[in-house]
């Protein structure tokens, strides 16, 4: 075969081609690198080949640089349909985003980045080949089309980050505001402003909505207008809003609460249109983690719409979104390729109950309740859209107007103790000034801090026997299946959720510690006696003046 055949250039193979024949174009150093001699040179005497290691696929960033000389990669080439595309493919802009998917922005998106892998660009490349010749490309064509593309991109294109909805880069932060117009907001120190070309790119999934362009001169109280609640819930509100709209958590979920007819849903849909408008504004929460990272994914504000009821699993996956995780399972008709999602993001969620059973995820909550809206002031929803519209740029343009205040006092704000999403916490202080008090946010902070503790216990029944247990004997004493006796003895008989042992006793009485403690009750776990047996105690004492105090930072 001649070298030419061996590049990917010259004539056809039965075989289906592999990278090599797509990517090397005659570079003998970069080849015998990788696959070992050509086959069309001659070997010395004692020069032997390693048909194995000429045919194994390496990972050339980590090779390339060893070489002595750096090594240009060319745009891939083909034969017929795939070659025809390949060659429309050069128009647009190809590259590999922080998230290891390969991206390409077309001439004309704005420079909206889209997955070479999704039907968008599949689309594109038909059109592109319809126009060229009156002929369509197959799906085999352009699926082939996309995974030269990928691998091309990952060995010699550029790596860019890529934003969804939010953004940071030299020190501003940016909000895209997801029109055609390809516009974003920059925020700093010194004001926010409309930018044309921000320097980064944002994709916008098939689901994204554009916000209006914001304007000058609005109040962050006119929320009230849209939602019912008292003073701390607005409070909380306008804190997660501007958690939201940075590009780093760890993010708080905000939970609304409220008996039937408090307008629940409507107020989920009043926040999330705020900063991350969409076409599915409310969703059910998924009840398998994978779908809960999927769509998480798709989406820089996931809103769950009724929630009554949260599985252990889904309560884990919940708070690991918050914070930042991934998902890793096998890709698909692969046996040992990864599929990695990796998210953190800002969460809604709405019920008439509080689902809460775990203290973990109560840590990572903010907390509104809403208050019921009288049968006399209700009134159509296309009315409630259409102020809200009206209103929306102005309460957008005041929520920028806060954040540039927040960037101006982030170095100048004490630090709260005893706050789990203390990130979010320190941003909302120093953006407090702009909207109210940092004393009084941060009561708000810890008012919503106890109630969603209260609330929890209240719904756990080993902690409500426990604290019976603690109100009637002061002190007690004795070992966890003494305990497990006695929580069991105070529950209902109609009570399914009661430990099934010793040792599930005791890992339901670790996750609610932190919350008894605030309530009154010390917890000491020890071993006595020679045998070294462990006994479990619990005190009931005062409790203190302010189980969330702040110190200054």
Not at 486 to 511: I, W, Y
């Amino acid at each position: 075969m001649e070298g030419s055949a061996a590049a990917g250039v010259g004539a056809s193979t039965s075989r289906r081609k592999s990278i090599k024949d797509y990517l090397v174009a005659g570079d003998d150093e970069l080849y015998e690198h990788f696959y070992g001699r050509r086959n069309d040179k001659k070997e010395t005497p004692g020069d032997e080949t390693d048909s194995a290691h000429a045919e194994t696929s390496l990972p050339v960033r980590v090779f390339l640089p060893a070489l002595r000389k750096p090594v240009e990669i060319p745009w891939p080439r083909d034969e017929g349909m795939v070659g025809r595309m390949l060659t429309f493919a050069r128009a647009a802009e190809i590259f590999t985003g922080a998230d290891q998917i390969c991206y390409a922005i077309l001439p004309e998106s704005h420079r909206e980045p889209m997955p070479v892998a999704s039907q968008g660009f599949r689309d594109w490349l038909t059109m592109a080949a319809w126009r060229d010749g009156q002929t369509t490309p197959s799906l085999r064509e352009t699926t082939r089309v996309a995974e030269i593309l990928t691998t091309w991109s990952r060995l010699a294109g550029s790596m860019r980050p890529v934003g969804l909805r939010v953004a940071e880069a030299n020190g501003c932060l940016y909000l895209d505001l997801g029109d055609a117009s390809g516009q974003a907001v920059e925020i700093d120190t010194h004001g926010w402003r409309l930018v044309d070309t921000p320097p980064m790119v944002f994709r916008r999934p098939s689901g994204m909505k554009p916000l209006p362009a914001p304007a000058r001169g609005g109040s962050i109280k006119r929320l009230r207008r849209h939602i019912r609640t008292d003073e701390d819930g607005l409070l909380m509100a306008i804190a997660w809003l501007l958690a939201a709209l940075r590009p780093k958590g760890p993010y708080p979920m905000l939970y609304l609460l409220g008996s039937h007819g408090a307008a629940k849903s409507w107020a989920m849909t009043v926040l999330k249109t705020l900063i991350d408008p969409e076409k599915a504004m409310r969703s059910k929460l998924p009840t398998v983690s994978k779908d809960l990272y999927v769509v998480a994914q798709a989406s820089h504000v996931p809103a769950f719409d009724n929630v009554s009821r949260i599985s252990d699993g889904i309560s884990d996956t919940l708070c690991t979104i918050a914070t930042g995780s991934s998902h890793r399972g096998r890709k698909l008709f692969t046996d040992q390729e990864e599929s990695v999602i990796t998210v953190q993001r800002p969460m809604l969620m709405n019920g008439i109950i509080d689902a809460v059973g775990r203290p973990d995820l109560s840590d990572r909550l903010f907390r509104i309740e809403l208050e019921r809206v009288p049968d006399e002031e209700r009134r159509p929803e296309a009315e409630l859209r259409r102020e809200l519209e009206r209103d929306h740029p102005l309460l957008l343009g005041a929520l920028l107007d806060i954040m540039v205040v927040g960037l101006r006092n982030m170095g100048d704000v004490r630090r709260l103790s005893g706050e789990r999403m203390i990130d979010a916490a320190h941003w909302a202080q120093a953006c407090a000034p702009a909207f109210s008090t940092e004393e009084r946010l941060v009561e708000a902070l810890q008012r919503s801090r106890k109630a969603l503790s209260s609330d929890m216990l209240s719904t756990n029944p080993v902690a409500r026997a426990i604290l019976e247990l603690a109100d009637e004997r002061g002190r007690w004493t004795g070992t966890a299946t003494d305990l497990l006796s006695e929580v069991v003895r105070r529950a209902p008989p109609e009570e399914k959720l009661m430990p099934q042992g010793a040792a599930q006793l005791k890992r339901t009485l670790n996750r609610i510690e932190t919350d008894l403690r605030a309530h009154g009750l010390d917890i000491e776990d020890r071993r006595v006696g020679r045998r070294g047996d462990r006994v479990i105690t619990i005190i009931l004492r005062a409790p203190p003046a302010d189980a969330r105090g702040t110190e200054d930072g």
